[in-house]
C-alpha cells in the first residue's frame, strides 16, 4: 500500500504558539485556566487538564475566580470577556492568533467609522464570536455562511460594507459569497483574512484525495478547519473517513486499497498523525 501524508497536515502557527504558551505557564506553576478550550483538540485538553490547566466557558464562571492566570484560547475572545477578567484583576496572558488578532482591530476600526461589517463564516464558532465582539455595539456585525443568506442579505441604508472571513472557511466559498455581494452593486472592501495555512492545506487535501483509493482526515470533531478538509476530500473520495485517534479507524475500509492518502486539521498533535501512518503502513 503506497500512503502518503499531506505536508500541511497537523499544527499551523497559531495553534502550536498557544499550546506552547499554556505549556509555558505550566512549567512555571500557579493556578492556570484556559478561556475556553485553548484548540479544538480534545486529547490535547485532556493532557492539560490532567497538568492542572482547567478551561472555564463564560463571564459567569470568571466571577467566581479571585486568583490566578486566564490563557485566552487561539480562537480569541470578545472585547468584553477582557474588560472583565481586567476588572476581576486576574492576570491575562494572551494565546489568540495573531491572524484572527488582525482581523479583530481590522472589524474595530471600521465599525467605528460606521461602516457594516461582515463577517463570512460560522456565527457559532467561537472564532466568529470572538470578531463580532469587536466591533462597536452601535454597528454590530452581521454574520454570512451560506447562499442564500448572502442573497437575502439587504444594505437598506446604503452602507459601506467590509467583509472579512473566519480564518478556517473554505476558500471556494467564500469567493462565491463575495461575488454575490459584488453582484448586488454596494460599496464593499474585501479582506480575505482565510489564513494562509488554511489555503494550503485545503488544496493540498484536494489534491491528495484526487489521486488516492481512501483518505483518513485527522482532527478533534469539534474542529472547523478539520470539518472542511473532510468535506473536500469527501467529494474527490468517497471512501474517506474523519477520525480522532487511531481508534477511530474503520480498518475494514482499507481492505484491498492501493493509494491511502491522511492529511490533519490544525489542531492535531503530530504524534498521533504517525501514530495514524505508522499503524496503516505496517498493517496494509
Known amino acids: 500500500m503506497e ?10 502557527f497559531g495553534v502550536k504558539r498557544a499550546v506552547e504558551t499554556v505549556y509555558d505557564q505550566v512549567s512555571k506553576g500557579g493556578i492556570i485556566y484556559t478561556y475556553g478550550p485553548i484548540i479544538h483538540n480534545e486529547e490535547v485538553v485532556k493532557d492539560l487538564e490532567c497538568k492542572g490547566v482547567k478551561v472555564i466557558n463564560s463571564i459567569d464562571e470568571i466571577s467566581n475566580l479571585n486568583e490566578g492566570t486566564v490563557i485566552i484560547r487561539s480562537h480569541g475572545v470578545e472585547k468584553d470577556v477582557y474588560d472583565f477578567i481586567e476588572k476581576k484583576g486576574l492576570s491575562i496572558v494572551d494565546a489568540t492568533c495573531p491572524f484572527v488578532k488582525k482581523i479583530h482591530n481590522i472589524v474595530s476600526e471600521e465599525s467605528a467609522k460606521g461602516v457594516q461589517v461582515v463577517v463570512i463564516g460560522n456565527a457559532k464558532h467561537p472564532e466568529v464570536m470572538g470578531i463580532i465582539g469587536w466591533c462597536s455595539k452601535n454597528k454590530p456585525a452581521i454574520v454570512i455562511e451560506t447562499h442564500d443568506e448572502a442573497l437575502q442579505f439587504s444594505n437598506e441604508n446604503g452602507d459601506k460594507i467590509c467583509i472579512v472571513s473566519q480564518t478556517t472557511f473554505n476558500l471556494q466559498k467564500f469567493q462565491e459569497l463575495v461575488e454575490i455581494f459584488r453582484k448586488k452593486g ?17 488544496t493540498e487535501a484536494k489534491d491528495l484525495s484526487g489521486k488516492s483509493d481512501a483518505v483518513i482526515v485527522i482532527g478533534g ?43 490533519a486539521g490544525a489542531s492535531t498533535p503530530n504524534n498521533i498523525i504517525e501514530e495514524v501512518q505508522n499503524y496503516v503502513r505496517i498493517n496494509f
Open 186 to 202: 454596494y460599496d464593499i472592501n474585501v479582506v480575505n483574512t482565510i489564513c494562509n495555512a488554511t489555503e494550503v492545506r485545503q
Open 221 to 263: 470533531k469539534t474542529s472547523s478547519n478539520t470539518q472542511k478538509l473532510y468535506e473536500i476530500c469527501r467529494r474527490e473520495c468517497e471512501n474517506t473517513q474523519y477520525i480522532q485517534t487511531l481508534n477511530d479507524l474503520d480498518v475494514q475500509s482499507l481492505n484491498e486499497v492501493k493509494k491511502v492518502g491522511i492529511t
Open 3 to 12: 500512503v502518503t501524508v499531506a505536508k500541511s497536515a497537523g499544527f499551523c
